[in-house]
Structures are given as structure tokens and as C-alpha cells.
């Protein structure tokens, strides 16, 4: 009788962990969370090569003279696109951790990656050039100069790739029912 319990008993388990396994690679995000991640989060780069972005970033460097708590470091341009490195890369990661197990689902997940491997490569390079002339306080003729070039070189691509997912994302929210304001 003690062979036919640690038999069942051995049984059991392997059958439990494997339905525990089967179950963890069947389940899926909720068409919430996965629209959360792979869609809302782009927001972060929606003002990837323009102005605004620039200003942005030399906004950190602005100190004002009656106020001594404005003092700068020298450092907070450059602190800031690194910041925005490790957030961009945190989002990558999450996107790719998700479980596309639809075409849909697999061709967000597909372009919202490409965005974000299109965009963290400028902003180690490009952006941490132009932070580091901000942080300098280079000339003015210096640093529009990066930016221009960043306009020039990314932003029409940028722009069609960040429309095409948001172009997916609509779909997916619609066909999810996902009360989504789009600003239009």
C-alpha cells in the first residue's frame, strides 16, 4: 500500500508541475495591460526628434539667479537622457516579455519593439551629445545643429512607425473595447 501512495504521490506532482508549467506559458496579458505596454507607454516618445524634445532637455540646464536652489551641477541634461535610456530600455524589455499569441497582438508587439530599437540608439548617441553641449553651455549654432540633424535624419521614419502602431492600437482597443481617448 506505501508503493502505491509514493507511486500516485510521485505521479501527482509531476502531473501538477506540469500542468503548472503549461498553465504560465498559456496565460496571457489582459488586452488592458498588453495595450498598456506595448501602445500607451510610447507617450514616453512621442516627441522623439522635435523641438519640444530639445527644449527639453536644455530646459535642465536653465538656472535663474535669484533663485539658489536653481544652481546647477553641470551634469542634469546628460542625467536626464540617461534616465530616459534605462526607462526606454525597461519598456523594451517589457514589450518583448509580452505574449503575443495573436496577429494582432503579435504585430503590435513587432512594431512597438522596432520603435523602440529604432529610438534608443539616437538617444545614446545623438541626445547624449547634444545633453552634453547643453550641460557645457555650447554655443547655441552647436547644439541646433545636432538637432536639426536628428529631425532631418529620424523623424519621418519616426513618425510613419510610431502612425502605423498607433494605427494597430486603435484597431486592437476597439476590438478590445478599451476606453481609449485619442485626443481627437
Not at 505521479?11 to 505596454?37: H, K, N, R, T, W
Not at 526628434?49 to 536653465?62: M, S, Y
Not at 497582438?105 to 547634444?130: D, G, Q
Not at 535624419?153 to 478590445?176: C, P, R, S, V, W
Request: charged share 25%.
Amino acid at each position: 500500500m506505501q508503493n502505491i501512495t509514493q507511486t500516485i504521490t510521485k505521479y501527482s506532482a509531476a502531473a501538477m508541475v506540469a500542468i503548472f508549467s503549461l498553465s504560465l506559458q498559456s496565460c496571457s496579458e489582459s488586452p488592458d495591460q498588453f495595450f498598456g505596454i506595448a501602445v500607451l507607454n510610447t507617450n514616453t516618445i512621442n516627441d522623439f526628434a522635435t523641438p519640444i524634445l530639445a527644449k527639453h532637455i536644455n530646459d535642465e540646464t536653465v538656472e535663474f539667479a535669484d533663485i539658489p536652489s536653481s544652481k546647477k551641477k553641470g551634469n542634469e541634461a546628460i542625467t536626464m537622457v540617461n534616465n530616459k535610456i534605462a526607462y526606454l530600455e525597461k519598456s523594451l524589455n517589457d514589450i518583448k516579455a509580452l505574449n503575443a499569441n495573436s496577429d494582432d497582438r503579435k504585430a503590435i508587439k513587432e512594431k512597438s519593439v522596432a520603435l523602440y530599437e529604432y529610438v534608443i540608439p539616437v538617444y545614446k548617441n545623438e541626445y547624449t551629445n547634444y545633453a552634453k553641449l547643453c550641460d557645457s553651455k555650447a554655443d547655441q549654432a552647436k547644439k541646433d545643429e545636432i538637432i536639426s540633424a536628428i529631425e532631418q535624419k529620424y523623424a519621418t521614419k519616426f513618425e510613419q512607425m510610431y502612425i502605423d502602431l498607433m494605427d494597430d492600437g486603435k484597431a486592437f482597443a476597439k476590438e478590445n473595447n478599451l476606453n481609449v481617448n485619442w485626443g481627437n
